[in-house]
């Protein structure tokens, strides 16, 4: 026979379940307490980039709407590429979006993958999805992550079977001015 107890928990525990915040909602809470803010970065130590080298590194989380965050990354003076995150069903898309300078997209852009997993509070992974495949195919075997670990926002990228790798180190305890819009932005 079952303690009372027994059947209580056996009772409760889909409804304390329901009600623990789930990881991906944890990242995504922590993201958006990011915005309208921007942050300096580099390049984690032994990676080297040929776009990045050498260049002001900065993130601005400057849209957070219902479901959707964008994160503007400037390299240098290029303000091409914009990071959208977006949050369906409890997972988490990352997309990249690139730009010319007069707005127009980029032959490569919106290019990315969705979380396969509720991940984990401060970690998301993002494989290359079918569309990143057909558009882009040596990008198929691309995995991003971000990060927001001890005030450490890192955006990475590993490409499966080669020697590719980025990863970008953001200092969260250091606010920066606010750059310009990014190209191509409507506000």
């Known amino acids: 026979m079952k303690s009372v107890f027994t059947v209580l928990m056996l009772w409760l525990t889909p409804v304390l379940y329901a009600q623990?915040?789930?990881?991906?909602?944890?990242?995504?809470?922590?993201?958006?307490?990011?915005?309208?803010?921007?942050?300096?970065?580099?390049?984690k130590p032994g990676i080297s980039h040929p776009d990045f080298n050498d260049k002001k590194l900065v993130m601005h989380v400057?849209?957070?709407?219902p479901g959707r965050i964008r994160i503007p990354f400037y390299v240098?003076?290029?303000?091409?590429?914009?990071w959208v995150l977006t949050k369906e069903n409890g997972m988490i898309t990352l997309k990249h979006d690139h730009r010319?300078?007069?707005?127009?997209?980029?032959?490569?852009?919106?290019?990315?993958?969705t979380a396969t997993n509720a991940?984990?509070?401060?970690?998301?992974?993002?494989?290359?999805d079918k569309e990143t495949a057909e558009r882009i195919g040596y990008a198929s075997g691309n995995v991003w992550w971000?990060?927001?670990?001890?005030?450490?926002?890192?955006?990475?990228?590993?490409?499966?079977?080669?020697?590719?790798?980025i990863s970008v180190l953001f200092d969260l305890?250091?606010?920066v001015p606010e750059p310009p819009a990014p190209w191509g932005w409507v506000e």
């Open 20 to 43: 623990k915040v789930q990881p991906a909602e944890e990242f995504w809470q922590q993201l958006q307490q990011l915005c309208g803010k921007s942050f300096e970065g580099r390049l």
């Open 62 to 65: 400057r849209a957070c709407e």
């Open 76 to 82: 240098g003076d290029n303000r091409s590429r914009t």
């Open 100 to 113: 010319h300078e007069d707005g127009s997209e980029d032959e490569i852009t919106q290019y990315g993958g």
């Open 119 to 128: 991940g984990f509070a401060d970690m998301q992974v993002f494989p290359a």
């Open 146 to 165: 971000i990060t927001l670990k001890e005030m450490v926002f890192s955006y990475n990228l590993k490409r499966i079977g080669s020697d590719r790798e």
């Open 173 to 175: 305890s250091n606010e």
